[in-house]
């Protein structure tokens, strides 16, 4: 290739990114004259909100020293979230004892990936080990009082932890139930599908928060003397029997879903309604709810500060506890702005997983 020829070549390839560029631009932002003044518009009303929210945020904030005397600043102080970030995701949690926190979380995610993964063979045995033996793990290690572990009682619990461990546990403890309250709802059985109408409207008539109250203050009136229910696992109990009753209308949608031919083949090849239901109905009706269970954790998720007002202190509850701190009064925005970003990637990142999820389902119909 002569030296000309080779000139030619570079100034194409270095042309072709920007005239690409250029079209994109054109076609999805310029499209016509409507579609570039709303352009325009957003693109205002983006540099006048992003100008003082980067000032304040990013160019006059605060993130080195140890006390508020270091921001002296009109910037955010992130030293206020550096120097109670451990605490923002621990509690009150002992701090020599952290390390069992973080090996209940690496088995949490070690436990998690073969079942979220594809392509996992006998996938139904790592979902068991999810929900039986990583449990009992995790209880063994936050709690302690067996094998040289010191006991760490759960009104030291708080934090991240805390909204982990309760949306792990209903989430696990609701889909079941859930399952086994649509099957309910749908039965010929007029006894069982009243019983499972009546806890379902029951449960989804009563706000959450009255639900919390009643598990922090009314459910000890009725237990005997002398047995004491721990407040955190009352209240994720809680938790539990009010989301599975959401999970059950959604898991109701996906089966009706289902075309009722499948059941009519499943028995013509002479499957029991059981059979038929565990292994042709259910696993199409799952696909076809991963959206609506995507939307119901992510509420979950949010929902687990709702804990705070009974005496568990979560992410939200800490940093409303770190902001009554004398030495930090006066840094409210900071802590409720690192708090939504924890919960936005939290709830984001659940998000990306359902749509990639729903991707590869729809790939193999």
Same mark, same amino acid.
């Given at each position: 290739?002569?030296d000309?020829?080779?000139g030619?070549?570079l /100034?194409?390839?270095?042309e072709?990114?920007?005239?690409?560029?250029?079209?994109?631009?054109?076609?999805?932002?310029?499209?016509?004259?409507? =579609?570039?003044?709303?352009?325009?518009?957003?693109? *205002?009303l983006?540099?006048?909100?992003? /100008?003082?929210?980067l000032r304040?945020a *990013?160019?006059?904030? /605060?993130?080195?020293?140890?006390?508020?005397a270091? $921001?002296?600043?009109?910037?955010?102080?992130? /030293?206020?979230?550096?120097?109670?970030?451990p605490?923002?995701?621990?509690? =009150?949690?002992?701090?020599?004892?952290?390390?069992? %926190?973080?090996?209940?979380?690496?088995?949490?995610?070690?436990?998690?990936?073969?079942?979220?993964?594809?392509?996992?063979?006998?996938?139904?045995?790592?979902?068991?080990?999810?929900?039986i *033996?990583?449990?009992?793990?995790?209880?063994?290690l936050?709690?302690?009082?067996?094998?040289?572990?010191?006991?760490? &009682?759960?009104?030291?619990?708080g934090?991240?932890?805390?909204?982990?461990?309760?949306?792990?546990v209903? %989430?696990?403890?609701?889909?079941?139930l859930?399952?086994?309250?649509?099957?309910? @709802?749908?039965?010929?059985?007029?006894?069982?599908r009243?019983?499972?109408?009546?806890?379902?409207?029951?449960?989804r008539?009563?706000?959450?928060?009255? %639900?919390?109250?009643?598990?922090?203050?009314v459910?000890?009136?009725?237990?005997? &003397?002398? *047995?004491?229910?721990?407040?955190?696992v009352?209240a994720?109990?809680?938790? %539990?029997l009010? =989301?599975?009753?959401?999970?059950?209308?959604?898991?109701?949608?996906?089966?009706q879903?289902?075309?009722?031919?499948?059941?009519e083949?499943?028995a013509?090849?002479?499957?029991?309604?059981?059979?038929?239901?565990?292994?042709?109905?259910?696993?199409?009706?799952l696909?076809?709810?991963v959206?609506?269970?995507?939307n119901?954790?992510?509420?979950?998720?949010?929902?687990?500060?709702?804990?705070?007002?009974?005496g568990?202190?979560?992410?939200?509850?800490?940093?409303?506890?770190?902001?009554?701190?004398?030495?930090?009064?006066?840094?409210?925005?900071?802590?409720?702005?690192?708090?939504?970003?924890?919960?936005?990637?939290? $709830?984001?990142?659940?998000?990306?997983?359902?749509?990639s999820?729903?991707? @590869?389902?729809?790939?193999?119909?």
């Open positions: 290739m002569s000309v020829a080779a030619q070549h /100034t194409l390839r270095s072709f990114p920007a005239r690409r560029a250029i079209d994109w631009i054109r076609r999805n932002l310029f499209s016509s004259i409507f =579609n570039g003044v709303l352009t325009i518009i957003v693109l *205002v983006a540099g006048l909100i992003l /100008t003082p929210l304040w *990013v160019f006059h904030a /605060t993130i080195s020293g140890s006390s508020r270091a $921001c002296t600043g009109d910037g955010a102080c992130w /030293t206020f979230i550096r120097v109670r970030f605490r923002f995701f621990y509690g =009150n949690y002992p701090a020599d004892e952290w390390w069992r %926190v973080d090996v209940a979380f690496v088995l949490l995610v070690g436990f998690c990936a073969p079942v979220l993964r594809d392509g996992v063979k006998h996938k139904w045995i790592w979902l068991l080990l999810l929900l *033996v990583f449990p009992t793990i995790a209880a063994v936050l709690w302690g009082g067996v094998f040289g572990l010191a006991y760490v &009682d759960t009104s030291l619990w934090g991240l932890m805390i909204d982990v461990i309760a949306s792990f209903t %989430v696990a403890g609701s889909l079941p859930g399952i086994l309250l649509a099957f309910g @709802r749908r039965s010929q059985l007029p006894v069982v009243m019983l499972s109408v009546g806890y379902i409207e029951v449960w008539g009563v706000p959450l928060l009255t %639900v919390l109250f009643m598990s922090a203050v459910v000890p009136l009725f237990l005997p &003397d002398g *047995v004491a229910l721990d407040r955190l009352r994720i109990a809680a938790l %539990v009010f =989301n599975a009753a959401y999970m059950a209308e959604v898991v109701r949608g996906g089966l879903g289902v075309p009722e031919g499948q059941e083949a499943a013509s090849l002479g499957l029991h309604w059981w059979h038929a239901q565990a292994f042709i109905v259910l696993p199409q009706a696909r076809i709810i959206p609506g269970i995507i119901t954790v992510v509420d979950l998720f949010k929902d687990t500060t709702l804990v705070t007002i009974i568990l202190f979560d992410l939200l509850g800490t940093v409303e506890q770190a902001l009554k701190d004398p030495a930090w009064l006066g840094f409210a925005t900071e802590g409720y702005v690192f708090s939504a970003l924890v919960f936005f990637l939290c $709830c984001y990142t659940m998000s990306a997983y359902g749509r999820m729903e991707r @590869r389902l729809a790939k193999r119909q």
